[in-house]
């Protein structure tokens, strides 16, 4: 099991660098990244990609407005941080529609009309 968990999806495709994305004719590699904001894009670099250059910088287009990591802790809230499982491999999760519906009434009340 920790042969496939262990390394990233990259690494089972031989790819451990950004220059062997570069070298493999079967790799397109993502670069300019237009959905979210700088802290997001520095995670996604400082994890995997080392590469990523702002999309809106590039095309002089306009960034999301709100673009924020937010992690939200549910351990110690027994009642809704359980799995409900209605088959081995699927379920659902009640801090999941809580999180649905907040996420929809801040969006909806965004003064700016965007769409996320």
Not at 25 to 52: E, M, T, W
Not at 54 to 79: K, M, N, Q, S
Request: hydrophobic share 40%.
């Amino acid at each position: 099991m920790a042969k496939w968990l262990v390394p990233d999806a990259f690494t089972h495709c031989g790819i451990r660098t950004p220059e062997d994305v570069e070298d493999n004719p079967g790799c397109i590699g993502l670069r300019h990244q237009f959905r979210f904001g700088p802290s997001l894009r520095k995670l996604a670099n400082d994890v995997v990609y080392r590469v990523l250059a702002d999309g809106f910088t590039e095309t002089g287009g306009r960034p999301p407005a709100d673009t924020e990591i937010v992690l939200v802790d549910v351990h110690g809230l027994a009642e809704i941080n359980q799995v409900r499982r209605s088959t081995r491999y699927a379920g659902w999760w009640a801090v999941g529609a809580l999180l649905a519906r907040a996420l929809a009434e801040h969006h909806a009340a965004d003064p700016d009309g965007s769409v996320w």
